[in-house]
């Protein structure tokens, strides 16, 4: 074997395609909000960001790809303003309060595109991307309320967070994301109290 130095260059992506990937985004998540996740196809949302379909695919193999980074980006934006927030302190029942419903507000924003990426992922509510969500109310709970069973109690509280929970809670209960929320509020107020 000959003793030559192999150089890999890596080149920053083009603008361009930084821009078009963005584009795709934008659009996608339009189209999802306009007419659900089911309904809209690649060929849809190629179509309606005006680039073509090898665009499209060079930058997200499939639907699930792009529900993914969807999911993602609003993710990273939740967890830097909760991590933000809890850097400043305050009382750890008014940052649970919030967060809890904060959480509420990200699963409505994104309950088609959460529900699918679900169904993906073969309903699994241990994975990764949320189980920081179980982390932050047990580390809350355990500030407020140490002397309850915290991982039982934040078990609790991140079941009644999984997608598929909520689905069933508004369309089979007739909750709303908010009533759904502020009941569980209400959930927490009776086991701090």
Not at 41 to 65: C, I, P, Q, W
Request: glycine share 4%; charged share 25%.
């Amino acid at each position: 074997m000959d003793d030559k130095l192999i150089f890999f260059f890596f080149f920053p992506a083009r603008t361009d395609a930084v821009k078009n990937r963005e584009l795709l985004i934008q659009t996608a998540q339009r189209l999802f909000e306009e007419n659900g996740v089911d309904a809209v196809t690649m060929s849809d949302v190629a179509e309606a960001a005006h680039v073509g379909k090898g665009t499209l695919y060079r930058h997200f193999a499939n639907k699930t790809d792009l529900c993914h980074v969807l999911i993602d980006n609003d993710q990273r934006d939740l967890q830097n303003r909760t991590f933000a927030r809890l850097r400043e302190g305050g009382e750890p029942l008014e940052n649970l309060e919030w967060f809890l419903r904060e959480v509420m507000a990200f699963l409505e924003r994104n309950r088609e595109i959460v529900l699918a990426a679900s169904a993906q992922l073969g309903g699994s509510i241990d994975h990764p991307a949320h189980v920081w969500w179980r982390q932050t109310v047990r580390g809350l709970l355990l500030r407020l309320k140490p002397e309850i069973d915290v991982d039982y109690a934040a078990d609790v509280f991140f079941v009644m967070l999984d997608p598929r929970t909520l689905h069933y809670q508004t369309t089979a209960r007739q909750y709303s994301y908010t009533q759904a929320g502020e009941a569980l509020i209400s959930l927490l107020h009776r086991l701090v109290d």
